[in-house]
């Protein structure tokens, strides 16, 4: 599932891209202007299950014995889940399909608001445990463009602990992952796509236009 490392990949940056036809099929419907803000959010919310899938692949397991209907065996439960943190607005989005993948998670929020013509973030929200040490952290995002907001992001993480932070993102832009690789924060990318490139404007291109627009309507 896991294409090959193209120069667009920063070296030092662990980057999944899932390279599924059914990923690839979801992202497309959400890149196609033709399609309404309701097939979006359920394109959104399946591709999502794919990304929180393939994320998921290593996370520590506990066993526990019990019986099923005909014999004694050995149960797989999640060690240590991982803290959910959807990025509003556009993080929304992905929230309930990562919770449904793995109902054991707890849920954290974090607003950031981008500023268009800066295109800096500008934090309006901070809803997180206090310690985050020894806890993997998956950050929603559907959008990772000038990396400017999962930066801020992942150092509110780091500033509470967090040593282990995986950017669940529907596309990503090499602009946005050379960002985070000279941020050199703990953090691995899982997405569906590294696009060509940003616009003048900070827009993934050929991407899919603004996700929470997308998603939600131009508000
Ligand atoms: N945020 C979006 O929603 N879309 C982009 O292309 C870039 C940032």
């Not at 299950?49 to 526990?64: D, G, K, V």
């Not at 993080?91 to 013509?117: K, S, T």
């Not at 282990?164 to 050379?178: F, K, Q, S, Y």
């Not at 236009?209 to 997308?214: K, N, S």
Request: proline share 9%; net charge negative.
């Amino acid at each position: 599932m896991t294409a090959p490392r193209t120069p667009r990949i920063p070296e030092n940056l662990d980057v999944t891209i899932v390279d599924h036809p059914l990923a690839a099929a979801r992202l497309s419907t959400m890149r196609d202007t033709r399609t309404d803000n309701a097939s979006f959010r359920a394109s959104l919310r399946e591709l999502t299950l794919m990304l929180i899938y393939e994320a998921s692949r290593n996370l520590t397991i506990r066993l526990e014995p019990i019986q099923t209907p005909v014999s004694p065996t050995l149960a797989i439960r999640l060690a240590n889940p991982p803290l959910l943190v959807p990025v509003l607005r556009a993080g929304l989005g992905m929230a309930d399909q990562a919770h449904a993948l793995i109902p054991e998670a707890q849920m954290g929020f974090v607003g950031l608001a981008r500023d268009e013509e800066t295109l800096q973030p500008t934090p309006y929200m901070e809803s997180l445990p206090d310690s985050l040490a020894g806890r993997p952290v998956y950050v929603l995002d559907p959008m990772l463009a000038t990396g400017g907001s999962m930066v801020h992001t992942i150092e509110m993480l780091t500033g509470r602990g967090a040593t282990d932070v995986t950017a669940i993102c529907a596309l990503a832009a090499p602009e946005g992952l050379a960002t985070l690789a000279a941020a050199n924060l703990p953090v691995r990318v899982v997405t569906a796509s590294v696009d060509e490139r940003l616009n003048e404007i900070g827009y993934i291109v050929p991407g899919l236009g603004d996700a929470g627009d997308r998603q939600f309507g131009a508000v």
